[in-house]
C-alpha cells in the first residue's frame, strides 16, 4: 500500500473511532513517524489527537517524551488509557506477547481487560484510539470482533530515493568517497532497493561506499547482498547469484522451441 493511501485509510478508521487496531510492520519507527503526522494533520484527522507510546522498556510515554509514571506493567498501561480525557492514539510496541500464537500462552486477564475497553473506548467523550504494533500479532478468538487489521507496506519508491539522495548529500565532499551517478543510475539503485525496509537500503548503500569506496552503477551488487541475507534469514528459500541460460531449464521442451522460434519479438519490442 502506497504511503499516502495508508495515511488516509488509517485516519478514517481512527476518526470512525475504531477502537482497536492491530498493524505489523518490520519499520517500527518508521510507522510511529506516520501515525504522529496523521494525528496532528487537520486535513487528515480532523480532530489532532496526542500520541502515546507503550513499551515493556519504558511505559507509556507521551509525544513530548514525557514518561508516564508506573505504566511499565501492561495492565496499569490499559488502566491510564481508560482515565486519559483527552483525543488520544495510543501505539503499544509490545502486546503480541500477550495475546498467545507463537507456542506462547495467552494472558487472559490482559485479554479481558481489552475487551472491558472496547465499550469504554467507543463511548467515551472524547476520541481515543488504540494501535498494536509488532512484526507479527496474533489476534485470539476473543477479540476476533474488536480488532481490525491495517496493512502497512515497505517503502515506495520516492521514499528509497530520498534516502539515497540523503547519502550522496552526506558524502558529496568526502575525500574518500566517489559518488559517480548519473540520474538513470540512480533510478537502478532505487529500483534494484524495493523491497527492502527504510534501514535496509541505507545499510546496502553504505556497504558500498564502505567496501569500494563508492557509490555508482556497481552497488547494485550490494544491494543484492542485502536482499540475499533476508532470504537466507527467512530459512525458506535459497538465493542463487547467477543468470541461468534456457538450456540449464530442465525439460519444458515445446515451451523453448516456441520461445526460440518467436525471439525475434523480443528483439523488436526491446524486451
Given amino acids: 500500500m502506497e504511503t499516502e493511501e495508508f495515511k488516509v485509510k488509517l485516519a478514517n478508521y481512527l476518526r470512525a473511532r475504531f477502537s482497536f487496531i492491530s498493524i505489523t510492520p518490520w519499520e517500527e519507527d518508521r510507522l510511529i513517524r506516520d501515525i504522529k503526522q496523521i494525528c496532528k494533520t487537520r486535513d487528515l484527522i ?30 496499569r498501561a490499559l488502566e491510564e488509557i481508560e482515565k486519559i480525557n483527552e483525543p488520544s492514539v495510543f501505539v503499544l510496541k509490545d502486546f503480541h506477547i ?84 548519473t540520474k538513470e543510475d540512480e533510478e537502478k539503485l532505487v529500483k534494484a532497493a524495493l523491497g527492502l525496509t527504510i534501514q535496509e537500503a541505507e545499510n546496502a548503500f553504505a556497504l558500498s561506499m564502505v567496501t569500494d569506496g563508492r557509490l555508482d552503477i556497481n552497488s547494485v551488487e550490494h544491494i543484492l547482498e542485502e536482499k540475499q541475507q533476508i532470504i537466507k534469514k527467512s530459512g525458506l528459500l535459497e538465493y542463487v547469484p547467477q543468470q541461468p541460460e534456457l538450456k540449464d531449464v530442465g525439460g519444458l521442451e515445446n515451451i523453448k522451441r516456441w520461445l526460440k522460434k518467436r525471439s525475434w519479438l523480443w528483439k523488436k519490442f526491446d524486451c
Fill in 46 to 75: 480532523k480532530t489532532p489527537r496526542k500520541v502515546y507510546t507503550w513499551s515493556l522498556t519504558e511505559g507509556l510515554i507521551d509525544d513530548t517524551f514525557q514518561q508516564v509514571r508506573n505504566t511499565k506493567q501492561p495492565m
Fill in 98 to 181: 500477550y495475546m498467545g500464537g507463537g507456542h506462547r500462552q495467552p494472558d487472559y486477564q490482559i485479554i479481558r481487560r481489552i475487551r472491558d475497553l472496547v465499550s469504554v473506548i467507543e463511548n467515551s467523550p472524547v476520541q481515543k484510539n488504540v494501535i498494536f504494533v509488532s512484526p507479527s500479532f496474533h489476534i485470539p478468538s476473543e477479540l476476533q470482533k474488536d480488532i481490525i487489521i491495517v496493512d502497512y507496506g515497505l517503502p515506495t519508491p520516492r521514499e528509497i530515493k530520498k534516502v539515497l539522495d540523503q547519502m550522496i548529500k552526506m558524502n558529496r565532499n568526502n575525500p574518500r568517497i566517489t559518488i559517480d551517478l
